[in-house]
């Protein structure tokens, strides 16, 4: 029933994606071009993302805070790289209060300008450091071919800024960034392997030394980049003086790092897991993991299921019951399933009268017919089934469209479907240049084994390139 709801993938995957932002009641288009709406589903699931992640955060010792949205234009101009990378997407307010402004304020595309300068003012000794900071919060970016949730003029993120001591200190805490929170992050919640890699100096941040990626597949075999982590050297300790006196009695400059996930992850979530059914939401990111449904009204029956709703709960399942018997049961589990709810708990007259209930599980698919008494054994074991079930099949799907190539010719047609590896030596900037006249790049540099290459010269890299959103 619900392949007539959505646009197949295989017919049209964009329209697809579209369909069930709209139909699973995620989003809406706000009413300025590239803004938009996070319905209540969508912002609960984004709200579990903010929550297990501000906790990683938490733990690797970054502290919240929360910086101004308008900057001044000056603040910008400081770091020439970071202003020239960002120029096109700058949203510069140039009046207010009914009269125009003596200095242009830009809304933030990002904040290391404006949190170099408070870095600056809040770091005088080596005890200072590191000083390591994270917000939550809305930035603007002027997009020309705005998607919801790819790549919208306004989303939500975290963005962490840290300062230290030395350039090791540094590079070792964007290192624990990259993968400690975002890495286990994605596998660990969304279900989702992801390449970890540096980014090419053509790819990186602008105004950064380094910058890590994460890259996901999603099913029409395009890329994601689901999360940075960048070295910044002392470009921007230079440009808003961040020093500190060291242990020696020396005046010292400092080391910089900047890190960013965003509301880009639920656009990944979709397109990595989603299939013509709509969503499949991992279970541990579920905000509801199973929804116990009314089938039809009987005797028993609705007191059956909220007794099943208070067992799941106590069990630590987040459950939810559906008792709107007045509307049609087929409409209601064709609505759980465009919403990925992982499973759903269906208690009717007749299988009530055998003491049982029907489970059906979104992920694994089939239904199946368990034990009043069994429900929450059998449930509970199945949600954890199904979130290794499905990064395994993200995985595999990765795995079958990712070719090993030897030219840049063979590269730029394996991406075509997917993606393609081949050694950076061989491609080079040169090669680069070339695949991305064809709108192909290098999504990373990565080793053979999967780990990080310390520089682009390290020998054995592979550039991993694919077409990307």
């Not at 020309?144 to 805490?173: C, K, M, N, V």
């Not at 060291?246 to 639920?266: A, H, K, V």
């Not at 007259?349 to 003491?355: F, I």
Request: aromatic content about 8%; overall charge negative.
């Amino acid at each position: 029933m619900a392949k007539t709801v959505l646009t197949p993938q295989s017919e049209d995957f964009p329209r697809w994606y579209q369909d069930v932002v709209a139909k699973a009641e995620l989003a809406d288009n706000g009413p300025v071009r590239g803004t938009m709406v996070i319905r209540p589903y969508g912002y609960s699931i984004w709200e579990r993302m903010q929550a297990d992640m501000d906790r990683r955060i938490k733990e690797a010792g970054a502290r919240n805070a929360y910086f101004p949205l308008f900057i001044p234009e000056s603040y910008l101009s400081r770091e020439a790289e970071h202003v020239e990378g960002f120029s096109p997407e700058l949203a510069v307010v140039t009046h207010a209060g009914g009269k125009e402004l003596e200095e242009k304020v830009v809304v933030r595309p990002t904040s290391e300008t404006v949190i170099g300068e408070f870095m600056a003012k809040w770091t005088q000794s080596y005890r200072d450091l590191p000083l390591l900071l994270n917000q939550w919060a809305n930035v603007v970016r002027w997009e020309l071919r705005p998607r919801i949730f790819l790549r919208t003029s306004e989303f939500l993120w975290q963005e962490g800024h840290t300062a230290h001591a030395t350039e090791e200190d540094a590079r070792l805490y964007a290192k624990r960034i990259h993968e400690e929170v975002y890495a286990t992050f994605m596998r660990e919640m969304l279900a989702m392997p992801v390449v970890l890699g540096r980014k090419t100096a053509r790819e990186r941040f602008a105004g950064a030394t380094n910058t890590l990626a994460l890259e996901g597949m999603m099913r029409d075999g395009k890329a994601l980049q689901m999360g940075t982590s960048h070295e910044l050297g002392q470009n921007f300790a230079k440009a808003f003086d961040i020093t500190y006196l060291s242990e020696q009695g020396r005046q010292e400059m400092c080391w910089t790092t900047s890190w960013g996930s965003s509301t880009r992850m639920l656009g990944g979530l979709i397109m990595a897991h989603g299939d013509d059914h709509g969503l499949r939401v991992p279970p541990r990111l579920a905000p509801v993991q199973v929804l116990v449904m009314v089938v039809k009204e009987g005797e028993g029956v609705v007191e059956a299921a909220r007794q099943v709703v208070a067992d799941l709960v106590a069990r630590g399942v987040r459950a939810e019951l559906d008792a709107r018997v007045d509307t049609p049961f087929g409409r209601r589990a064709v609505d759980a399933e465009l919403k990925g709810i992982p499973v759903r708990v269906e208690v009717g007259p007749r299988d009530l009268a055998e003491g049982s209930v029907t489970v059906a599980r979104r992920i694994a698919g089939g239904k199946s017919s368990v034990p009043l008494g069994g429900v929450a054994d059998t449930v509970t074991g199945a949600l954890e089934e199904d979130h290794d079930a499905l990064y395994a099949a993200a995985l595999a799907h990765r795995d079958a469209n990712t070719s090993a190539v030897a030219t840049v010719e063979e590269a730029a047609e394996a991406a075509r479907t997917g993606w393609a590896t081949l050694p950076w030596s061989t491609l080079g900037p040169e090669g680069e240049a070339l695949l991305a006249e064809s709108a192909v790049t290098v999504r990373c540099l990565t080793m053979p084994d999967g780990s990080v290459p310390r520089s682009e010269s390290d020998d054995g890299v592979l550039a991993v390139v694919g077409r990307a959103y």
